[in-house]
């Protein structure tokens, strides 16, 4: 019986997974289709991927996307983390407000946060660049954040760190040994979901970002409503390859599904 | 023990500075007859909430953001809890890693990218249709682009690995020997599920279903691409106020109601959750 | 004139102006002529300045742009209908087009437009105009000659629709005998949309959408702009043929504008007069496909052939042709509301 549901679960989870990269799929197949129009059949051709070793905005965007969505990751979790322990451990007056003010940035539509960023950093005089960029980011990937590792603080048992601290541990101990081993699996979920928000951020980086030097979503967004999409999939493809060989790299170093 | 102050501190300074204030402007705004830029009048007032109310189609489209939330909310969750569970229990070892890693990884492609693939494999005589016809022997038309599925799929597309990813950590933190323990006392596997199992899982589930529900009432750029003439929204009506026409002040009272009427259901539903915990 | 002329007079402006290497910060749609690799490249040859873009997605968004970042760029491109609050609201500051060689030989009525020149100073360069009307598939359908073919029942599921609120009021209006620019039957307009709503199949929003729309065979006929429209054809070879309705059709004239705050105003003259020459303009238009040219001389030298000669330097066709004149705030949000109540009714 159980083999038999596991069949079923895996099998799930293939259909699943068969879901999930149907389009990854026609994205890299029509990166090498010939026809601009994404006629079919496939006519295999790699002239997208020429166009795009000439472009070098398109390479420059694509290398800001990264390291600014890497600092992101790395501040966002940082603080988010901290601040959902925070929210977990304590008790405090306006404690379900600072949980509900969450939502804001991720509710409200982000052209208007955008736009509303835009607006209010002009009137401070913060310029438009790159460490603006990362501002918005940060802001808007700490939510995620708080909310995933709040999440598996939830069935965190507090008398563990009672335990530890009888024994002797001093703060950082009980961090470090207890409480953070616990959380890792959410730390990397959340990490992974703040990459993400960076990496695919589209309105922040668009009205924050200098002339000229902008993030890959804002220069495939601009390739877009222009007509040069198979380069577009060229370039999504040889990020989307370079990530999956990148993090299978990296699980094997990690091994952090194995986390506990 | 020291109080919260020095762990939230940095979270919430940064997120005042990059997102409150801000969204405190477009509060402003909202309430002012006009933006004031190039010696404009303007005047505070109420009128831009009026409006919702005036035109009754703003409410219509709402509710009709609201419905599509939770149809992709309950797809997602549909779709992914199981996902999660297989991941989380049943398999072990390097196939596992190998396989979240898979599950995140379409997560970082472009989302715009993405919904254009949709457009292409959802299109008459595109990628599903020539699939199809070069499968069966009869001529099937499928274009199920530019419909309100079309926008569906979309979504739960760029959604689900939300489900899969907060339902695996809640669910691989489950104890084994809970579930041990039930089952030697002689409990169903269908009481296994239902007194350990879910109430386990629903923490990482409810997070994720609120990751989900929350951005996809406001979302306008999959309804625009994918659902053509189907593909009016609450979100591309608030888009048009800052695209179409200098009407800040409309636009941001239409946010505001939006994320009100976002908050009062997840208020709604927070008793719910809890009680099943 | 050879092409060597043209760089050196374009040097010799920029040392009459005494002008140092500058960059040149350019605000304009993508794709839209100016970021041309080949012409940004013979230009920065030409005169030692660099050009760098940055890029807008609507009309409002451009304002918001110039608004928010006072100094940051130095030629931005307008539509001749927002050129007057551009002004109005101080984003820009008047062109002295003396030294400017191209200008003697812009069009009068174009140069001259009301909304490009006013107050007794220049505010925009008038640059290209176009006029959107009509694109069909001629593999698909006959040449239509009116607007009444959104609403003709054998196109039913057919129609290709820009969703935009002013444009879709202003042909309402066009095929309710109104004038664009003076619309005062707005119930007449309503009927009209409403009734059109079920013959649409699919909203396009960029030139992309198009394109892969009518190669899809997602609809037969469609609006669409007429500079585009020549692209498609040339550029993409589909079989796409424009037509101007004998109901009239909108018109609408790019001007190239100097913000206020610009430190690099020799410059930007200097680049905004490499966009209206003639070399420049046949190259982009022969090569990429371009809306039709507010230089007299530049138009002459397209060959026969040329769409922007064969139909809009058709005084039949350009007769029908008005421009669109600034429409009001208010009647902006009035005709939004109508289009987004229209759809939302037809969910």
């Excluded at chain 2, 939230?8 to 477009?26: H, K, N, Q, R």
């Excluded at chain 2, 593909?231 to 239409?254: H, S």
């Excluded at chain 3, 040392?15 to 993508?30: M, S, T």
Aim: hydrophobic share 55%; proline share 6%.
């Amino acid at each position: 019986m159980t083999a038999v549901l596991n069949a079923i679960g895996r099998g799930w989870l293939i259909l699943t997974l068969a879901f999930l990269y149907l389009p990854i799929l026609v994205m890299a197949a029509m990166s090498f289709n010939a026809s601009p129009f994404y006629r079919l059949p496939v006519e295999f051709s790699t002239r997208w991927y020429a166009a795009l070793m000439g472009n070098a905005a398109l390479k420059q965007a694509a290398w800001n996307s990264v390291w600014i969505a890497l600092v992101t990751t790395a501040i966002a979790t940082a603080l988010g983390t901290a601040a959902a322990i925070g929210l977990h451990r304590h008790r405090f007056p306006g404690r379900a407000l600072l949980q509900a003010a969450l939502y804001p940035p991720i509710a409200i539509p982000w052209l208007i946060t955008g736009t509303a960023m835009l607006v209010f950093f002009y009137f401070l005089g913060i310029p438009r660049g790159s460490p603006a960029v990362v501002v918005g980011h940060v802001a808007l990937a700490i939510p995620y954040v708080v909310i995933v590792v709040g999440a598996r603080l939830k069935g965190f048992d507090p008398a563990l760190e009672e335990a530890a601290r009888s024994l002797g541990a001093r703060p950082w101990q009980v961090a470090a040994w207890v409480t953070l081993p616990y959380l890792a699996p959410a730390v990397i979920a959340a990490a992974l979901f703040a990459f993400a928000v960076s990496f695919d951020q589209f309105v922040i980086s668009y009205f924050l970002a200098a002339p000229g030097d902008t993030t890959l979503p804002v220069e495939i967004y601009a390739a877009i409503r222009k007509g040069f999409t198979p380069e577009v999939n060229a370039v999504s493809t040889i990020v989307i390859g370079l990530s999956m060989a990148l993090m299978l790299l990296v699980a094997r170093l990690a091994r952090f599904g194995e986390v506990r | 023990m020291r109080g919260p102050v020095p762990l939230l501190a940095p979270a919430y300074l940064w997120l005042t500075l990059a997102v409150f204030l801000p969204l405190s402007a477009m509060g402003f705004f909202s309430l002012v007859s006009d933006i004031p830029v190039g010696g404009r009048a303007w005047t505070l007032t109420l009128d831009n909430y009026a409006e919702f109310l005036a035109r009754p189609f703003y409410a219509q489209l709402l509710w009709r953001s609201l419905e599509l939330g939770a149809v992709v909310t309950g797809l997602c969750l549909l779709i992914g809890a199981p996902c999660a569970w297989v991941l989380a229990r049943t398999i072990r070892g390097r196939w596992r890693e190998a396989l979240f890693i898979l599950v995140i990884l379409p997560f970082w492609s472009n989302g715009l990218v993405r919904v254009f693939s949709w457009a292409i494999a959802l299109r008459g005589g595109g990628v599903l249709d020539w699939a199809v016809n070069a499968i069966l022997p009869w001529d099937v038309r499928v274009n199920l682009m530019f419909s309100w599925w079309a926008v569906v799929i979309g979504l739960v597309h760029s959604y689900l690995p939300y489900v899969i990813l907060t339902g695996y950590v809640a669910m691989q933190a489950i104890d084994q020997r809970l579930i041990e323990a039930a089952r030697s006392l002689g409990a169903s596997r269908r009481m296994i599920l239902w007194r350990i199992v879910l109430p386990l899982s629903l923490p990482g589930l409810a997070a994720g279903a609120v990751l989900v529900f929350v951005p996809v009432v406001g979302s306008f750029m999959e309804p625009r691409i994918l659902g053509g003439r189907a593909g009016t929204f609450f979100g591309t009506v608030i888009e048009d106020q800052f695209t179409a026409v200098f009407n800040w002040p409309l636009g941001a009272a239409l946010s505001f109601i939006l994320l009100a009427v976002v908050l009062a259901v997840l208020a709604a539903a927070a008793p719910i959750l809890r009680r099943s915990q | 004139m050879t092409r060597t002329a043209a760089i050196a007079i374009a040097g010799a402006i920029a040392l009459a102006a005494g002008a140092q290497a500058a960059e040149i910060r350019v605000l304009n749609w993508k794709g839209y002529g100016t970021d041309e690799p080949w012409a940004v490249a013979a230009f920065e040859k030409a005169t030692g300045h660099t050009v760098v873009h940055d890029y807008f997605n609507s009309e409002q968004e451009m304002l918001t742009r110039l608004r928010t970042n006072p100094g940051a760029y130095d030629v931005v491109l307008i539509n001749s209908a927002f050129t007057r609050q551009a002004a109005a609201e101080g984003l820009i500051q008047p062109i002295d087009t003396a030294g400017m060689k191209n200008v003697a030989d812009l069009a009068p009525n174009l140069a001259g437009n009301p909304e490009l020149a006013f107050d007794g100073k220049v505010w925009g360069v008038a640059w290209v105009w176009g006029v959107t009307g009509i694109a069909y598939n001629t593999e698909a359908m006959d040449r239509p000659d009116s607007l009444e073919v959104f609403w003709d029942p054998a196109m039913k599921g057919r129609v290709g629709w820009r969703d935009d609120a002013l444009e879709s009021v202003q042909f309402a209006a066009l095929v309710t005998g109104q004038s664009i620019n003076d619309i005062r039957d707005l119930d007449a307009v309503r009927d009209r949309l409403a009734r059109l709503m079920p013959q649409i199949r699919v909203f396009w929003s960029s030139e992309n959408d198009w394109n892969q729309f009518l190669a899809a065979g997602e609809f037969d006929v469609a609006t669409y702009w007429s500079g585009s429209a020549a692209r498609s054809k040339t550029h993409f070879g589909l079989p796409v043929e424009f037509v101007i309705p004998r109901e009239g059709a909108i018109g609408w004239l790019d001007g190239l504008s100097i913000p206020a705050g610009s430190a690099n105003v020799e410059a930007a003259k200097a680049f905004i007069d490499w966009m209206i020459d003639p070399e420049f303009y046949v190259k982009w238009d022969t090569e990429v496909g371009a809306p039709a040219s507010a230089n007299l001389k530049a138009a002459a030298a397209l060959p026969e052939d040329a769409f922007n000669r064969r139909v809009l330097g058709d005084p039949a066709n350009i007769a029908r042709v008005e421009i669109m004149k600034p429409v009001s705030d208010a009647d902006r949000e009035r005709f939004l509301a109508l289009w987004q109540e229209l759809k939302a009714a037809a969910q």
